[in-house]
């Protein structure tokens, strides 16, 4: 069957096309209506066979219906493997189209980079998510460590407090067993007639001993409580710094992830370039 010189061209150069594409690439040459050679590849089988018609709606169709070059991305669930097909109208002297050539290059190294991308960002974005919320959250701990800091230094002040009453309670303490002992001595002295007054100035003594006992006791106790304040007080503002040291670690990392994403970005457009 002969064909049109310029359709006859293209079936000598064909296999040398396919070389100068790419090593990967088919080639079908096409009349009209059907096409007449197609040079699959090991990777990529286009299932067209010699006198296989033009199937209305395929980027042949459309070639030889507008007449100008065209470019599509055929998916990975057509064929097996994802490629893009390129058509080209072949023109005779006047102009007149009379057939085309039509190429595939796959793409699947392409569609792994690109999908390679899209899961680097979106786990840059959950990453950044995360961040975000740890940031906030260390800042929050942070504010909440400062509140309790404050706050125990407020109660030591009141322990302070305390511990100054019970000085003062000491202080009254000491006095009534002077003031007990005293009595005690001058009811010596009034003899028989003092006794009654002996009895009360013992009971004064006796109650000046056990008040400075229990106000040795609570001073003691404010003693450990003051001291366990200042130690949790300590505590709670060395956290404070932890948490906001920690605070601007997650700031770095959501500053650093956002990098991830822009480069991501750029490299899904690559992708699509070399496509």
């Given amino acids: 069957m002969e064909h049109h010189p310029v359709i006859a061209s293209a079936l000598k150069l064909i296999n040398y096309l396919a070389i100068i594409g790419s090593k ?79 190429t595939g290059t796959p793409i699947d190294d392409q569609e792994e980079v690109r999908e390679m991308a899209d899961n680097l960002a979106a786990a840059s974005e959950q990453i950044s998510a995360a961040t975000d919320n740890l940031a906030v959250n260390s800042q929050q701990l942070a504010t909440t460590a400062e509140e309790v800091a404050s706050q125990a230094s407020s109660m030591e002040s009141e322990v302070q407090r305390v511990d100054d009453i019970v000085r003062i309670v000491k202080g009254i303490t000491n006095r009534t067993n002077i003031l007990g002992l005293n009595a005690a001595i001058e009811a010596a002295r009034a003899g028989e007639s003092g006794r009654g007054f002996s009895v009360v100035a013992e009971e004064i003594r006796k109650m000046a001993a056990d008040t400075n006992s229990s106000t040795q006791q609570i001073s003691e106790t404010v003693t450990g409580i003051k001291d366990l304040l200042s130690d949790i007080s300590q505590k709670i503002s060395n956290l404070a710094g932890l948490y906001q040291g920690q605070a601007a670690t997650t700031e770095e990392i959501a500053s650093s992830t956002q990098q991830i994403g822009v480069m991501s970005q750029t490299l899904k457009g690559l992708a699509d370039h070399l496509a």
């Avoid at 079908?28 to 059907?34: L, P």
Wanted: glycine share 8%; hydrophobic share 40%; no cysteine.
């Fill in 24 to 102: 990967e690439m088919t080639v079908s040459v096409a009349d009209t209506e059907r096409y007449i050679l197609n040079v699959p590849t090991q990777k990529l089988n286009l299932n067209i066979k010699p006198g296989d018609p033009i199937k209305k709606g395929s980027i042949a169709d459309i070639v030889l219906r507008e007449g100008t070059r065209q470019v599509q991305r055929i998916p990975k669930e057509v064929f097996g493997v994802p490629f893009v097909g390129v058509g080209v109208p072949l023109r005779d002297e006047q102009n007149i189209i009379v057939g085309l050539i039509l």
